[in-house]
């Protein structure tokens, strides 16, 4: 499997974030291409940190490749909460739905896009 994903958001994600402005960052490989932010987004009536998956693209659609990136994200991200924007197939929206993510409403919005978020886990406590 290729890592090189992988390290760029590992990398991007070590870095302080930029006060007062999301910061960003194109993860490149020879199967994949995802654009990530840090954000805010107000989520369930509160302003959350989140990491964004603002646009993807597989070289080979289908592969398995997404998923596998997916697994990595959810396990590193450091942020409370994980976005993705503008889902625009309905096969890619049933993927978000089937692994737990929940459509996102923006009340300050009338476009028609749907994104999706879904809170990390809470795990690993120690209630000494």
């Known amino acids: 499997m290729p890592q090189i994903i992988e390290q760029q958001l590992q990398d991007f994600l070590s870095l302080p974030p930029k006060k007062y402005a999301s910061s960003n960052c194109w993860l490149v490989d020879n199967t994949f ?23 993807m693209s597989a070289i080979e659609p289908g592969k398995g490749r997404f998923t596998e990136l997916l697994i990595f994200i959810e396990r590193i991200n450091p ?50």
């Open 33 to 55: 291409q995802l654009y990530v932010r840090r954000s805010h987004r107000l989520i369930e009536g509160e302003m959350m940190e989140t990491l964004d998956l603002a646009t």
């Open 79 to 128: 942020y409370n909460y994980l976005y993705v924007e503008n889902v625009m197939t309905e096969r890619f929206q049933k993927f978000f739905e089937r692994n737990g993510f929940v459509q996102y409403c923006d009340s300050m919005s009338d476009i028609p896009v749907k994104c999706y978020y879904k809170k990390r886990p809470i795990t690993g406590l120690d209630l000494r």
